[in-house]
């Protein structure tokens, strides 16, 4: 008997030893998969790298100095960051493309919530210029209070790329080879087309005009006075701030400069064959050109949590699904990680999946303003399936989804997108309260004023106030922030459109 205890013994203990040894083992591929993954924290931004640790100091370095160049190509005064942002570099063009479209090798995803650029650490151009590029995007939106059209917004991330930080002296809008442009390649895409162009609905030809002749024609009105060409400055930015306020571009660019922008295909022709090949130096203020940046190595949970969060944004909800369940197999108590697994089943279809994940995350951090936040947007979900039926848990549920708003506003007041769904839940029912709306849509604003999202539920407010003009005006804000045409804003159009000749259009529903 004591024998045969003695071997069942060492039996039990020798399967226990084997269910370690099989965890240990399962673990090790994720290990080996995000070691080379670090982490730098630089002026407010989060870099995330699967590249060597000099090569992302350096690109960091370099990032230090930008916001002030976007402030001086805008003319915005700095801000703290509204919303944070993390940057994502990619060791390859493969692993990149995991996340991101297969003709890019950089991308900004703005959100109300967070930011992130994804680039390919390899690209072509260098991924240096890349960041730089997708930065500016970030720089702009966070300093800037105006809607940019498109092409003056990928104009100025092309500025940034051309753009070199010395010790003492930053050079901006140095020339990019792969952006020479003649005056006949320039004919491709006529600068009436450029002003309200969508770059995503360009065919491959007139999408690489686009970029090119963006670039130079905000170097040429930003910089030829300094580059001893005509200095259209001042005309700039009274077309900036007709088209901000609402001004169709074409009459804008009419105003502004005195010509239409036929006319001045000329002028800028002139610019191209003379071509400065010199930057605008700019002085160097801050203080930060000769610090250490700490690298440190970043944990195989926070990289899949994070590339789970990217493929949600991206849309690669599959992907997406793999991350956080990794995420939750070995942390089950992690409440963010059943929220992203929450929204990567949603967007598959998968509903009744995801009751279970929201409530267990919101059991497991009520006291967190995302969590408040998330779990009203699941149920704000399940209202919007109900729209246009009698279901009478439509209205309970809508009211359960403001009571769970309102307490992420409580728990966080600088949390721009809890006062965005607020304000939909009001302004985008028939029969809320649109004041109410309009209120939170502001507080909406000042939080994050470049926001399309915010821009639009403003003018829905003024639309079903009766408000036309305002409600036009934010519409064209609205759309000029989007940088392409969407249904739900060719909708609204339409309606303000029909309410200016028909009856007032105050206490209509949506």
């Given amino acids: 008997m004591r024998t045969t205890s003695s071997w069942r013994g060492l039996t039990r203990c020798a399967g226990v030893l084997a269910a370690l040894l099989l965890l240990a083992c399962a673990s090790l591929p994720r290990e080996r998969e995000y070691a080379s993954w670090i982490e730098i924290r630089s002026r407010g931004l989060r870099i995330v790298s699967e590249i060597d640790v000099e090569t992302t100091r350096a690109m960091a370095r370099e990032l230090e100095p930008l916001e002030a160049v976007a402030a001086h190509l805008t003319g915005a005064a700095l801000v703290p960051p509204r919303v944070p942002t993390t940057i994502v570099i990619f060791r390859n063009a493969a692993s990149y493309r995991r996340f991101a479209a297969s003709d890019t090798n950089g991308v900004f995803i703005a959100g109300q919530r967070e930011n992130f650029a994804l680039i390919d650490g390899t690209a072509r151009a260098g991924g240096l210029g890349v960041l730089m590029h997708e930065y500016s995007h970030y720089a702009v939106r966070n300093a800037a209070a105006m809607a940019y059209p498109a092409w003056y917004d990928e104009g100025v991330a092309e500025l940034m790329r051309g753009t070199q930080a010395g010790d003492a002296v930053i050079q901006i809008?140095?020339?990019?080879?792969?952006?020479?442009?003649?005056?006949?390649?320039?004919?491709?895409?006529?600068?009436?087309?450029?002003?309200?162009?969508?770059?995503?609905?360009?065919?491959?030809?007139?999408?690489?005009?686009?970029?090119?002749?963006?670039?130079?024609?905000?170097?040429?009105?930003?910089?030829?006075?300094?580059?001893?060409?005509?200095?259209?400055?001042?005309?700039?930015?009274?077309?900036?701030?007709?088209?901000?306020?609402?001004?169709?571009?074409?009459?804008?660019?009419?105003?502004?400069?005195?010509?239409?922008?036929?006319?001045?295909?000329?002028e800028l022709d002139d610019y191209l064959r003379r071509l400065p090949s010199a930057g605008v130096d700019l002085a160097r203020s801050d203080s930060t050109s000769g610090r250490e940046l700490e690298a440190h190595a970043l944990d195989a949970l926070e990289a899949e949590r994070i590339l789970g969060t990217v493929a949600l944004r991206t849309q690669r909800y599959a992907r997406a699904e793999r991350h956080f369940r990794a995420v939750l197999a070995s942390a089950p108590r992690d409440a963010r990680t059943h929220f992203?697994?929450?929204?990567?089943?949603?967007?598959?279809?998968?509903?009744?999946?995801?009751?279970?994940?929201?409530?267990?995350?919101?059991?497991?951090?009520?006291?967190?303003?995302?969590?408040?936040?998330?779990?009203?947007?699941?149920?704000?979900?399940?209202?919007?399936?109900?729209?246009?039926?009698?279901?009478?848990?439509?209205?309970?549920?809508?009211?359960?989804?403001?009571?769970?708003?309102?307490?992420?506003?409580?728990?966080?007041?600088?949390?721009?997108?809890?006062?965005?769904?607020?304000?939909?839940?009001?302004?985008?029912?028939?029969?809320?309260?649109?004041?109410?709306?309009?209120?939170?849509?502001?507080?909406?604003?000042?939080?994050?004023?470049?926001?399309?999202?915010?821009?639009y539920l403003l003018a829905v407010a003024h639309y079903r106030s009766g408000r036309l003009e305002p409600a036009r005006k934010l519409l064209a804000i609205a759309k000029a922030q989007t940088h392409r045409r969407t249904p739900e804003l060719e909708t609204l159009e339409a309606r303000i459109a029909q309410a200016s000749t028909d009856a007032p259009a105050a206490g209509t529903g949506y």
């Fill in 340 to 455: 992203g697994l929450a929204l990567a089943l949603r967007a598959q279809k998968r509903e009744r999946e995801c009751g279970e994940l929201y409530a267990r995350g919101l059991a497991l951090e009520p006291d967190a303003a995302l969590s408040q936040l998330d779990y009203a947007q699941y149920l704000l979900a399940q209202v919007d399936a109900r729209t246009g039926s009698t279901d009478p848990d439509r209205t309970p549920l809508l009211g359960r989804a403001r009571e769970h708003l309102r307490r992420a506003i409580e728990l966080d007041p600088e949390l721009p997108e809890a006062h965005a769904q607020l304000a939909s839940s009001y302004l985008l029912d028939a029969d809320g309260d649109v004041e109410q709306g309009l209120a939170e849509a502001l507080r909406a604003q000042q939080l994050l004023s470049s926001d399309s999202r915010v821009s």
């Fill in 173 to 266: 809008g140095l020339p990019l080879e792969d952006r020479k442009l003649t005056p006949l390649q320039s004919r491709i895409l006529p600068l009436c087309k450029l002003l309200t162009a969508d770059p995503g609905a360009l065919d491959k030809l007139e999408s690489a005009a686009f970029y090119a002749k963006s670039w130079h024609l905000v170097r040429y009105l930003r910089f030829g006075g300094e580059l001893g060409l005509h200095d259209r400055s001042a005309e700039l930015d009274d077309y900036l701030v007709r088209v901000h306020g609402g001004q169709a571009a074409e009459a804008a660019w009419r105003e502004a400069f005195g010509v239409d922008a036929n006319e001045f295909e000329a």
